[in-house]
């Protein structure tokens, strides 16, 4: 694709955005780009753009007419009426995985889901290199694609995870290997509709031709039903043991097909979900030339992910787990189930459109309380009733400070919030360094006092 002298907008300027700005002008572009905020607010935009010569403005309806290509960060929405004007002056609309996808060099593993999709990636490339087979990982995680090209082969596989944001926006990007963990509801302040989203994702097997691999979960409905009309062909995984042709999990062992991989208790993640994420990485693996005995051994190697389950710290036999990447209610719940009880949950955040009834249940079950925090708190608190005590702490490290003061041995303190974190962190990421922050200042405290 020649974008030479083309002139181009880029509107976003996060990591993806600042990534398609530097393969723009590298390609010759006369770029320019935009943003809600004010230049000064975006971390390391201002000497970016200035050592590379590109003009910013502030976004409005009138910036975006009169370009030849409009280049949108996964946070930009599509249907704001600034990208309208941009459509009807001409401008044809992409987004950032798109950009890149016309210069990335290798096949490609695309990864989507609800709910384990970065744990699925990280450990699919983790499988891969372990095997001996070239990859490099990034996407949602990681390097934004417009900046894994440099260091992209034609004999190396590209691991991209890929939220719904980035597929909504996909024309010709093809993966040669399709994975679903799951759809649930999530994003819906963004989607407006569970129908709307569900299709953004199934933009990842739409674009896909004959000799793809599309791997899916049998047990998700939605996941289910993205086999409908595709060119791919279907590679299934079930914890139910519904993919006799496939990957499944049989009395506590995973097999493909007839083939043993390994006993479900030697991976070294916690909770259920964890067998989905092991078996749809590993049939992405497998597809991608990793031999099963490989992929045994590296699956036991798994560090894990951080901000996912992630363990912490124990002091005083109560230990401590970040789950800042749980950003949805389904997310909540596969945490929770990842414990027996004595839980000191702490929930809240920014809203997205969820509906929190169904973690009254479980709360009810397992949680010593639920410690609320951030814009939704009210809500949640509405929505779960009296299934578990309410404490309305405000912020994370009052929650932090609140249930170190109150568990006892062998209680767990979980941080997996059920909402995004943009109303108090700049991401889940900084939400969860600053949980474990805070819970060393807790574990300093407690070593001062013996």
Same mark, same amino acid.
């Given at each position: 694709?020649?974008?030479?002298?083309?002139?181009?907008?880029?509107?976003?300027?996060?990591? &993806?955005?600042?990534?398609?700005?530097?393969?723009?002008?590298?390609?010759?572009?006369?770029?320019?780009?935009? @943003?809600?905020?004010?230049? #000064?607010?975006?971390?390391?935009?201002?000497?970016?753009?200035?050592?590379?010569?590109?003009?910013? &403005?502030? /976004?409005?309806?009138?910036?975006?007419?009169?370009?030849?290509?409009?280049?949108?960060?996964?946070?930009?929405?599509? @249907?704001?009426?600034?990208?309208?004007?941009?459509?009807?002056?001409?401008?044809?609309?992409?987004?950032?995985?798109?950009?890149?996808?016309?210069?990335?060099?290798?096949?490609?593993?695309?990864?989507?889901?609800?709910?384990?999709?970065?744990?699925?990636?990280?450990?699919?490339?983790?499988?891969?290199?372990?095997?001996?087979?070239?990859? /490099?990982?990034?996407?949602?995680?990681?390097?934004?694609?417009?900046?894994?090209?440099?260091?992209?082969?034609?004999?190396?596989?590209?691991?991209? #995870?890929?939220?719904?944001?980035?597929?909504?926006?996909?024309?010709?990007?093809?993966?040669?290997? !399709?994975?679903?963990?799951?759809?649930?509801?999530?994003?819906? @302040?963004?989607?407006?509709?569970?129908?709307?989203?569900?299709?953004?994702?199934? %933009?990842?097997?739409?674009?896909? /031709?004959?000799?793809?691999?599309?791997?899916?979960?049998?047990?998700?409905?939605?996941?289910?039903?993205?086999?409908?009309?595709?060119?791919?062909?279907?590679?299934?995984?079930?914890?139910?043991?519904?993919?006799?042709?496939?990957?499944?999990?049989?009395? !506590?062992?995973?097999?493909? @097909?007839? #083939?043993?991989?390994?006993?479900?208790?030697?991976?070294?993640?916690?909770?259920?979900?964890?067998?989905?994420?092991?078996?749809?990485?590993?049939?992405?693996?497998?597809?991608?030339?990793?031999?099963? #005995?490989?992929?045994?051994?590296?699956?036991?190697?798994?560090?894990?992910?951080?901000?996912?389950?992630?363990?912490?710290?124990?002091?005083?036999?109560?230990?401590?787990?970040?789950?800042?990447?749980?950003?949805?209610?389904?997310?909540?719940?596969?945490?929770?189930?990842?414990?027996?009880? !004595?839980?000191?949950?702490?929930?809240?955040?920014?809203?997205?459109?969820?509906?929190?009834?169904?973690?009254? %249940?479980?709360?009810?079950?397992?949680?010593?309380?639920?410690?609320?925090?951030?814009?939704?708190?009210?809500?949640?608190?509405?929505?779960?009733?009296?299934?578990?005590?309410?404490?309305?702490?405000?912020?994370?490290?009052?929650?932090?400070?609140?249930?170190?003061?109150?568990?006892?041995?062998?209680?767990?303190?979980?941080?997996?919030?059920?909402?995004?974190?943009?109303? /108090?962190?700049?991401?889940?990421?900084?939400?969860?360094?600053?949980?474990?922050?805070?819970?060393?200042?807790?574990?300093?405290?407690?070593?001062?006092?013996?």
């Amino acid at each position: 694709m020649d974008l030479a002298g083309l002139k181009v907008l880029v509107a976003g300027l996060g990591k &993806s955005g600042l990534a398609a700005i530097e393969l723009l002008v590298e390609k010759g572009a006369h770029t320019q780009g935009t @943003d809600s905020r004010a230049i #000064e607010q975006i971390p390391g935009a201002g000497p970016l753009l200035e050592r590379l010569g590109v003009e910013f &403005s502030a /976004q409005s309806v009138e910036l975006f007419r009169g370009f030849d290509l409009i280049v949108l960060s996964p946070g930009v929405p599509v @249907d704001l009426p600034e990208i309208e004007a941009g459509r009807k002056s001409g401008a044809k609309v992409i987004g950032e995985v798109e950009l890149a996808s016309w210069f990335l060099r290798g096949p490609v593993i695309g990864i989507t889901g609800s709910n384990g999709k970065t744990t699925t990636t990280a450990l699919t490339g983790h499988l891969l290199k372990e095997c001996g087979i070239a990859c /490099q990982v990034g996407g949602n995680i990681g390097l934004a694609p417009a900046g894994m090209i440099g260091s992209s082969r034609a004999d190396q596989w590209n691991v991209l #995870e890929l939220s719904s944001f980035q597929l909504e926006t996909i024309e010709k990007f093809r993966a040669a290997i !399709g994975v679903c963990v799951n759809v649930t509801p999530d994003h819906l @302040d963004r989607h407006h509709t569970i129908a709307a989203y569900a299709a953004a994702k199934r %933009r990842l097997f739409e674009t896909q /031709q004959a000799g793809d691999w599309a791997v899916l979960n049998a047990d998700d409905a939605t996941a289910k039903g993205y086999v409908a009309g595709i060119a791919s062909t279907p590679v299934w995984f079930s914890v139910e043991g519904r993919a006799e042709a496939g990957w499944r999990l049989e009395k !506590g062992h995973i097999y493909r @097909d007839r #083939e043993l991989l390994m006993p479900a208790s030697e991976i070294p993640l916690r909770g259920r979900h964890n067998i989905e994420n092991v078996m749809a990485a590993a049939a992405a693996a497998h597809l991608g030339g990793a031999r099963l #005995e490989g992929i045994r051994a590296a699956v036991r190697s798994f560090p894990g992910v951080e901000h996912r389950i992630e363990f912490v710290r124990e002091t005083g036999g109560v230990a401590y787990y970040n789950d800042s990447k749980a950003t949805n209610v389904d997310a909540t719940l596969k945490a929770i189930a990842a414990f027996d009880g !004595g839980l000191w949950i702490i929930l809240g955040g920014k809203d997205k459109g969820s509906d929190y009834r169904p973690l009254a %249940r479980p709360l009810k079950e397992k949680a010593r309380a639920a410690l609320l925090i951030g814009a939704a708190a009210e809500k949640i608190a509405a929505e779960i009733g009296d299934a578990a005590p309410v404490v309305s702490c405000g912020t994370l490290e009052r929650a932090v400070e609140y249930a170190a003061e109150r568990a006892t041995a062998g209680d767990t303190v979980l941080l997996a919030p059920a909402c995004a974190s943009f109303d /108090q962190f700049e991401n889940y990421e900084h939400r969860g360094r600053m949980f474990k922050t805070f819970v060393a200042k807790i574990v300093e405290t407690n070593r001062r006092e013996r």
